[in-house]
């Protein structure tokens, strides 16, 4: 799966599909884009309301409000491939609540488990996912 079907998968095809079965590179791919725009978010929530760049609000509220659309349109779909990641590898998506849960640990457990090679056979989640 190239980068555009990733981006394509993930925020229009299967936006909030947490069923099925997401290949690596749909995985990485997806995520290559999404963590830049996380940091991204974040930085502008810090510095938009000490900037003097004309917003005519110079409050935090005022930033949250404006960035937090954003942030949700792509939380839901990075949560939905990190699942179908882990049902591509056999494991319940429930494994997914280790990354908030146990701040540090968590995270690098699922990301661990997503570097995993796809489970050759079909699986309760789904048939094996075409690798394009």
């Keep these: ?4 079907e ?7 095809d299967k936006y909030a599909t947490f069923e099925g079965r997401a290949t690596r590179s749909e995985f990485w791919w997806f995520h290559l884009i999404a963590f830049p725009i996380f940091i991204l978010i974040q930085d502008l929530v810090e510095i938009l309301p000490y ?14 409000f ?9 939380i839901i779909p990075v949560i939905a491939v990190t699942v179908r990641r882990l049902h591509d590898i056999n494991k319940s998506g429930k494994w997914y ?28 989640y789904g048939p094996v996912p075409e690798n394009k």
């Design 6 to 12: 990733a981006i394509k998968t993930c925020l229009f």
């Design 1 to 4: 799966m190239t980068f555009m």
């Design 51 to 64: 900037s003097h760049l004309g917003f005519p609000y110079r409050s935090g509220l005022f930033s949250l």
């Design 66 to 74: 404006m960035l937090i659309p954003l942030l949700f349109i792509f």
């Design 97 to 124: 609540i280790l990354k908030p849960l146990v701040p540090v640990v968590g995270i690098i457990v699922v990301l661990l488990l997503c570097l995993q090679k796809t489970y050759p056979i079909d699986n309760q």
